[in-house]
């Protein structure tokens, strides 16, 4: 399962980032797509997921408010719109997938077997 982050930068305090993730064949049920972000010496931690039979959009309280994800099923992406960056978001975005996420471990990134690579995100203050 080939999935792709895209979109890191480098952005001051306030400003706007969208990440995307090219998920072919995943963004459909029963795939669920979640992103995740991970610091240094740090697990990585839950940031936003859809998950796949609902259609129910999960975010970490530290991003809600401030991040949108969605999906595109005709391009097989998935997006994070991060507006109103903090400089605690600074972090490696990671996408990950899953076909057996279940919404009690969707937070997870033990649900998820499938990775990308991982894009960069850092935010000046």
């Known amino acids: 399962v080939q999935l792709q982050a895209s979109g890191g930068g480098l952005v001051q305090a306030g400003g706007s980032l969208r990440l995307s993730c090219s998920a072919p064949?995943?963004?459909?049920?029963?795939?669920?797509v979640a992103w995740f972000r991970q610091t240094p010496g740090m697990d990585r931690e839950f940031v936003a997921a859809m998950h796949r039979s609902a259609g129910r959009i999960y975010y970490a309280d530290a991003v809600n408010g401030r991040f949108a994800y969605s999906r595109d099923t005709a391009r097989n992406t998935v997006a994070l719109q991060m507006n109103g960056l903090r400089p605690e978001d600074t972090a490696v975005y990671y996408c990950?997938?899953?076909?057996?996420?279940?919404?009690?471990?969707?937070?997870?990134?033990?649900?998820?077997?499938?990775w990308g690579q991982g894009t960069q995100v850092t935010v000046s203050s």
């Open positions: 064949g995943r963004t459909r049920s029963p795939w669920t």
């Open positions: 990950a997938a899953s076909p057996s996420v279940i919404t009690s471990n969707l937070r997870s990134q033990s649900a998820y077997a499938y």
